[in-house]
């Protein structure tokens, strides 16, 4: 059985991880001007980053708990406003979230337990249409129906 471990990470981009270590958003925003890396906790505002993402070259977000959603909120938001530096949900992270996750905008993930391959394989092979638009390339199957 292989498993994917936390450590290292699980990642859908090409170029090289970022590996600096992430700063608060409330240190970010007080001055630390030399970070590119930012790690937001389940309560801070994504949007405090929009006029600095130029400069970002890691967002990570907090996932406390699986039961807390307000990380993919963040990584809509950050999406939306054009955001393509790497995107790391790290925390409390399960297999079956990774599908959603990524159409939300993620590209990486640190998950506390291990994710066996075969399972996740499976996870993000599961549906091979989408019914909306996302921050992801998929074209729902309205729009290929419909042109």
Same mark, same amino acid.
């Given at each position: ?13 090409? +170029? ?5 270590? !992430? ?9 630390? /001007? ?8 389940? *309560? ?23 039961? +807390?959603? #307000?990380?993919? /909120? !963040?990584? /809509?938001?950050?999406?939306?406003? *054009? ?9 409390? &992270?399960?297999? +079956?979230?990774?599908?959603?996750? #990524?159409?939300? *905008? ?6 506390? !337990?291990?994710?066996? !391959?075969?399972?996740? #394989? ?7 249409? #989408? ?9 729902? &199957? ?6």
């Amino acid at each position: 059985m292989t498993s994917v471990a936390a450590e290292p990470q699980l990642r859908f981009r090409d +170029d090289e991880p970022h590996d600096e270590p !992430a700063v608060t958003l409330d240190a970010f925003l007080a001055g630390q /001007s030399n970070a590119t890396a930012v790690r937001l906790e389940a *309560g801070d505002d994504a949007r405090a980053l929009i006029d600095h993402l130029d400069r970002i070259a890691l967002v990570e977000v907090s996932f406390p708990t699986f039961r +807390d959603g #307000r990380g993919y /909120s !963040a990584a /809509s938001i950050l999406r939306e406003a *054009g955001y393509h530096g790497e995107l790391r949900a790290a925390g409390d &992270v399960l297999v +079956d979230q990774l599908p959603l996750m #990524r159409r939300c *905008g993620f590209d990486s993930f640190v998950p506390e !337990a291990e994710i066996d !391959a075969a399972t996740l #394989r499976r996870s993000l092979d599961r549906y091979d249409l #989408r019914y909306q638009t996302a921050a992801d390339a998929a074209v729902p &199957v309205w729009k290929r129906r419909h042109g």
